[in-house]
């Protein structure tokens, strides 16, 4: 009768072991690069706005109504485009002063927000901070989207200081400049997607990115929805595809601008962006 080979019992542990060694290794792997990912979504972007992560439980809906929802006037100096413009040829564009509420400041390219303006911010969570007058506008249709079913939607970036936004906007300019633009022209590709600091409504903490802000959130059931309602929530869609070259963005339909429910209703009823309703009212 043959006997049965020996089992080297030193052997078997020496490979369980190294096993559990490779795999251990293998994990503490995956987490640095986590890690890493996450600590430089923090400064990157697709588009305009830096990655925060998802986080769809955490929407404050207790923002009390208070004194804060005041509406100070602020007097500055706007650059619009004369309405006959087409006729007279390319002029420079008219700076005229006007008065605005809070929640009709306009920044863009020519635009830069007030001297001295105070940004008054309310937590939506841990992570990102709106306006104080509007926040408890946003987190209520955020609650209702979720509410009709669309639970496939988050806040991925709202307030974002202006020294955040010099480092997203340089860093994207010098991303052309590698890819073989001139400085010149890689800052006017630049503000097609990423505005100056103190010239984006994220400094205003106005703004808001949802999802992961690039152009198929356009196909999604949550856009659909927003399309349809913002308005009634004082939210409009800011830098839409048709109005491209009066913003001077690039189409955006991430990219949401809390205006008040009149403001907004108006601009849909009328298919008006920001840029052309502040001209129409002020005229």
């Avoid at 439980?57 to 006959?84: A, F, R, Y």
């Amino acid at each position: 009768m043959q006997q049965k080979p020996k089992i080297d019992r030193k052997k078997v542990v020496r490979r369980v072991i190294l096993v559990l060694l490779v795999l251990l290794l293998i994990i503490l792997i995956k987490r640095v690069v986590y890690r890493q990912m996450k600590n430089d979504n923090e400064l990157t972007s697709s588009s305009q706005t830096e990655i925060l992560g998802k986080d769809d439980n955490n929407i404050n809906s207790n923002i009390p109504k208070n004194e804060l929802e005041d509406k100070p006037v602020h007097k500055i100096t706007v650059v619009l485009k004369k309405e006959n413009e087409l006729l007279e040829g390319n002029k420079e564009d008219e700076k005229k002063e006007v008065e605005l509420d809070w929640n009709l400041l306009l920044v863009n390219t020519n635009n830069k927000m007030p001297d001295g303006y105070k940004v008054q911010l309310g937590n939506i969570d841990q992570y990102r901070s709106f306006d104080i007058r509007a926040i408890r506008h946003l987190t209520q249709m955020i609650n209702d989207i979720r509410y009709a079913g669309i639970t496939n939607i988050w806040i991925q970036s709202a307030y974002r200081k202006p020294e955040d936004q010099e480092i997203l906007f340089e860093k994207q300019v010098q991303a052309y400049i590698y890819q073989g633009y001139s400085e010149k022209s890689a800052r006017e590709l630049t503000e097609k997607i990423i505005n100056k600091p103190w010239h984006s409504e994220h400094n205003l903490g106005l703004a808001v990115d949802f999802n992961y802000v690039n152009r198929e959130f356009e196909n999604t059931a949550a856009f659909q929805w927003l399309q349809e309602n913002a308005q009634n929530y004082g939210f409009i869609l800011r830098y839409e595809e048709e109005k491209e070259e009066i913003t001077k963005v690039s189409y955006e339909p991430w990219h949401w601008r809390y205006v008040g429910e009149e403001h907004a209703k108006k601009m849909k009823e009328q298919n008006l962006c920001l840029e052309e309703y502040i001209e129409k009212i002020t005229n």
